[in-house]
């Protein structure tokens, strides 16, 4: 692409410049930075949740003073992505925390911009990252053009702010010295303020300021992410774009046909005549599977690019051709996901067994929606998908991934007598219900662990997840052998593994 080229490109997606910062919108950043500072040095939970809100109404009241309309869709991507920051509240684990908060700034990014084309969608988070720079200054602008010639009204407002803390901090006090209930209320409340931390305090003062003005300045000066074109590829004649599918759909079916004999016959002939193992075939049969799947939606973008498209009898072919490629796509899914069950039969649940089994789930929602795209047409399928993928990660993680992998693996101890002790101690707290029920030695064997993980951390309320809390409460009432005989401990489980 020509330098010039690339310069008109860019220009055309720059909208105006933002509308001046409105004092709702400074109140809201101000509490953003605050909420921040005071709550998220002790770990993510219910306070990403509470810094997230006034981050969001800081995006909001620059909108509206932007002139922008609050639209559906612009609610459920808001609404949703502050529904996956319930998920750090909820759940131990981080790693389905860490997807919903991932997928949550995209969704934000998506309320933020609005769109609904393809490159609206993927390329929405730059025009955020673009405004941590242009959002301070920003900021800053309004600032001084609101406050430059009124310095005895910001000189007011900051007495007025002083005398108020200094109330709270002398009746707070005398409160406390006079009924210790009242003070265990207050040290449950108020965040930690120490002197010793205040670098990491400014530095969350600053995140947060910083992420709200960015937030603010994108929902002020969105960038039209709908201006960029794709261009349609060149459509081909019908028998060079049908051969080659067709060809492959047959494929598709006559793999589909074994599976079905197999399914109905049983695995035991299969299993004589290739010389594996039940666990072998379906391990060496989930990792193809899911690859054709992926290659699957891969060839269908392409042969929609490429697709014939001059009169009725050609959506028609297109219709006909990706639609059938399409059902036997959902075939090889279901296979997918039966071999991943009868290899978790084998040897039991595990984090990225959990994992892959929920992206083939939710890639075959995606053939299930460009199927329904053929039909009622495709202008509303790149907000599909992305619904599709925020609401799968929010089902991920209410779900409790860790808490699910040990109520399988517990289900198959009781079923089969193994059980995967050194992975169980590797779990989080989410895991602890389900634990719960094994007997000892194994149970304090498999709880000691997670134990004392959570008896060396004493996070406040707001940066405490249900999960733990819960597993606190557990552990209280049946707490696991404070020394067990580790020795013990890893006799039982070479006798489980290998049992």
Avoid at 145 to 172: C, I, M
């Amino acid at each position: 692409m020509a330098e010039d080229d690339r310069e008109s490109w860019l220009a055309g997606l720059q909208v105006r410049s933002p509308a001046p910062v409105r004092t709702a919108t400074l109140w809201a950043v101000l509490a953003t930075g605050l909420l921040s500072m005071l709550l998220l040095g002790d770990g993510l939970a219910l306070n990403l949740l509470l810094v997230a809100i006034p981050a969001a109404l800081a995006a909001y009241f620059a909108g509206r003073a932007a002139g922008r309309r609050t639209r559906a869709w612009t609610l459920v991507w808001g609404v949703g992505g502050l529904g996956l920051l319930i998920v750090p509240a909820l759940r131990d684990a981080d790693w389905p925390s860490f997807l919903a908060v991932v997928t949550a700034i995209a969704l934000g990014s998506l309320a933020l911009h609005g769109g609904r084309t393809w490159p609206a969608v993927l390329l929405g988070p730059i025009g955020v990252f673009n405004s941590l720079v242009a959002g301070p200054a920003w900021g800053w602008r309004g600032l001084r053009e609101r406050f430059g010639g009124a310095r005895r009204s910001v000189g007011a407002g900051l007495r007025a702010l002083a005398v108020s803390a200094v109330l709270l901090l002398v009746f707070g006090a005398l409160f406390a010295g006079a009924d210790a209930a009242f003070a265990d209320l207050l040290g449950d409340l108020v965040p930690d303020a120490s002197v010793s931390g205040g670098p990491w305090h400014a530095v969350l003062l600053v995140f947060g300021l910083v992420g709200a003005l960015a937030a603010a300045h994108t929902a002020a000066a969105p960038v039209q992410w709908d201006r960029v074109e794709v261009p349609e590829g060149r459509p081909r004649g019908r028998f060079e774009w049908a051969l080659p599918l067709i060809v492959l759909a047959v494929l598709f079916a006559a793999f589909n046909a074994v599976q079905l004999a197999v399914l109905f016959g049983g695995y035991d002939a299969v299993l004589k005549n290739t010389g594996q193992t039940y666990a072998q075939y379906a391990r060496q049969g989930f990792w193809q599977l899911l690859l054709v799947t992926l290659l699957t939606l891969l060839v269908i973008v392409f042969a929609l690019r490429w697709a014939p498209r001059d009169d009725a009898g050609d959506r028609k072919l297109v219709r006909g051709v990706l639609g059938t490629l399409c059902g036997l796509a959902l075939v090889v899914v279901a296979s997918a996901v039966r071999r991943m069950d009868m290899y978790v039969e084998a040897y039991g649940l595990t984090r990225l067994r959990v994992s892959v089994v929920a992206v083939e789930l939710w890639l075959g929602l995606v053939i299930v929606l460009i199927m329904a795209a053929g039909v009622w047409g495709a202008r509303w399928l790149p907000r599909a998908v992305a619904a599709s993928a925020a609401a799968g990660v929010l089902a991920f993680g209410l779900l409790s991934p860790d808490g699910l992998i040990a109520e399988r693996n517990v289900q198959r101890y009781e079923d089969t007598g193994k059980f995967d002790l050194d992975y169980a101690r590797d779990l989080s707290a989410d895991a602890v219900p389900a634990l719960d029920r094994l007997k000892e030695p194994l149970r304090s064997c498999a709880l000691r662990p997670i134990a004392y993980d959570l008896e060396a951390t004493d996070a406040p309320w707001y940066a405490t997840s249900w999960g733990e809390a819960r597993a606190r409460d557990i552990l209280h009432d049946r707490p696991p052998a404070k020394d067990p005989d580790w020795s013990a401990c890893s006799r039982v489980a070479d006798d489980l593994m290998y049992r």
